[in-house]
């Protein structure tokens, strides 16, 4: 079975995919969960499909249009929610139908059908062409650059953004510099599960990490190998069962993540009972 | 002569159009003790951020070793209501009192053996040497105070504020509480926010009503929970304002 696997160009790629976007994933996916912020991230993820429908009116490879258009979108929501008046959730909700109806519009200015409009919403690991796993692997390279750089400073306004402000940190540039940094990982999900499910795989797996951690580096370091993991999973699975292959990976993740709290509830369960 | 490590003059703060510091002059100088008791919603906890630098005077000024609020960041240590952060986060006691080297170092500069010296020595003082690798939601309530003092005080600071470092604590903890800070007040100014009025007379050197307006006692040589529990009978605001 596993030498047919290695047999397929696509097979080796879907798997480098996995592994590939795993590390972003975990890594960003940790701030996500100890932020707090996964409606922020929801919201960024999927205006960047106003960005996929740009790229595809140009005639560019989308992920290329999803770049600048996520993190415009990161800039935006984030400031607009720090600076200006306006409740944070209406922000982060007006940017994510703006920029997905900003896609819609877009495809549908081309003339000609898109056939793979739906791999983008929905991710399509089996199609992960070489320069994009090239332009993920580039992507990871600069999150753990900046991560490794600034990781102090990200655990300081995650933990407590006003004893960050205190200490004479920027937060607010840090905070948008953190944001940007999950536009890009929003870019590296996109070909494994899409748009419309990338904060399930953002915040799971660091959210199952948490159970054990102590320190981030840890946390994220736990938060990769499940990620992994579960794209690993979803991947075999969904080949066994000829099933969509972004989907079958959530599935895997969400129930992973419904057995570890059950654990942790039957573990509680005798302190809790009387007797 | 040295300005006063805080200096205010006049100041008024304005929140949401709520006034809620008027025309408050107030002078600490090196060494002093400051106590602000005062009401819920007095303005006590607004205080400490215009002298942070975290809300800005609407009137009058502030002064922070004779410059303006937060250019000095790596002089001021800070100990917060221990209410405003996560108790789940996944953080050990020392890398939470690391935190408190942040104003010594430069952006992107990584901690070296100094701040880890450094921190084993807060960590040291705040007694806490036994729960170095704890996780901070495994502390109970005055431990994890005494982490955050820990925590101000790695960052060497000349000027220490501490706001409300007893709330919710139980009375046999706040006396340790208030051991450990009487420590440091040898070394250190201090600006204590509290409602422990009975507690901190026995402590401090000044003590200052805070309700919109500030009112100076200057307990000196007769300062004690006598004169204080006074200060508290007169003002039935101490309720509420």
Request: proline share 9%.
């Given at each position: 079975m596993l030498q047919e696997i290695f047999a397929f160009e696509f097979m080796r790629n879907a798997l480098l995919a996995a592994l590939l976007s795993s590390v972003a994933c975990g890594i960003i996916g940790t701030y996500v969960v100890v932020k707090k912020i996964g409606f922020i991230s929801g919201g960024i993820a999927h205006t960047a499909f106003g960005g996929i429908g740009l790229g595809y009116y140009l005639g560019i490879n989308p992920l290329l249009g999803v770049i600048p258009f996520s993190l415009a979108a990161a800039l935006a929501i984030g400031l607009l929610s720090k600076k200006a008046k306006v409740a944070e959730d209406t922000a982060i909700g007006t940017f994510w139908a703006v920029g997905m109806a900003v896609g819609v519009i877009c495809i549908g200015l081309?003339?000609?059908?898109?056939?793979d409009l739906f791999s983008y919403l929905f991710g399509n690991i089996l199609t992960v062409p070489s320069f994009d796993l090239w332009m993920i692997m580039l992507l990871d390279l600069l999150i753990i650059a900046v991560v490794w750089l600034l990781s102090k400073e990200f655990l300081a306004i995650s933990f407590d953004e006003e004893y960050a402000a205190v200490s004479g940190l920027k937060t607010t540039a840090l905070y948008l510099l953190m944001l940007c940094l999950i536009a890009l990982t929003v870019v590296v999900m996109v070909r494994v599960v899409g748009i419309v499910m990338v904060i399930a795989l953002l915040t799971i797996p660091a959210a199952i990490a948490r159970?054990?951690?102590?320190?981030l580096p840890g946390m994220m370091i736990r938060a990769v190998v499940l990620s992994a993991f579960f794209s690993i999973c979803g991947l075999w699975l969904s080949c066994l069962l000829d099933i969509a292959s972004g989907a079958t990976i959530i599935l895997v993740a969400g129930f992973c993540f419904l057995l570890a709290h059950s654990w942790r509830f039957v573990r509680l369960l005798p302190g809790v009972l009387p007797g | 002569m040295r300005p006063p490590v805080i200096a205010c003059d006049q100041l008024s703060v304005d929140l949401g159009g709520v006034r809620?510091?008027?025309?408050v002059t107030l002078s600490v100088g090196e060494g002093d003790f400051l106590g602000l008791v005062g009401p819920n919603g007095g303005g006590k906890t607004t205080l400490l951020r215009v002298i942070l630098g975290l809300e800005n005077a609407s009137a009058g000024s502030v002064r922070v070793f004779g410059g303006l609020p937060g250019s000095f960041p790596g002089r001021i240590g800070y100990v917060p209501q221990?209410?405003?952060?996560?108790?789940?986060?996944?953080?050990?006691v020392r890398d939470l009192v690391l935190m408190g080297r942040l104003s010594k170092k430069k952006l992107f500069q990584h901690y070296n053996t100094l701040d880890r010296t450094r921190v084993d020595e807060a960590i040291h003082a705040a007694g806490l040497e036994r729960l170095i690798?704890?996780?901070?939601?495994?502390?109970s309530g005055g431990e994890l105070q005494r982490a955050l003092i820990a925590r101000a005080l790695a960052g060497e600071p000349e000027l220490l504020l501490l706001d409300e470092p007893t709330a919710s604590i139980d009375p046999q903890m706040k006396t340790t509480i208030y051991d450990l800070i009487e420590q440091l007040k040898e070394r250190l100014t201090i600006v204590l926010v509290t409602h422990d009025t009975a507690l901190i007379g026995r402590y401090v050197t000044q003590v200052a009503t805070l309700n919109v307006t500030l009112e100076l006692h200057e307990p000196g040589a007769t300062a004690g929970r006598e004169s204080l529990a006074g200060v508290a009978a007169q003002n039935p605001v101490f309720l509420n304002p």
């Open positions: 081309k003339p000609g059908y898109a056939p159970m054990q951690s102590r320190s | 809620v510091l008027e025309n221990r209410l405003f952060f996560d108790r789940e986060f996944p953080i050990s690798e704890r996780r901070i939601g495994d502390l």
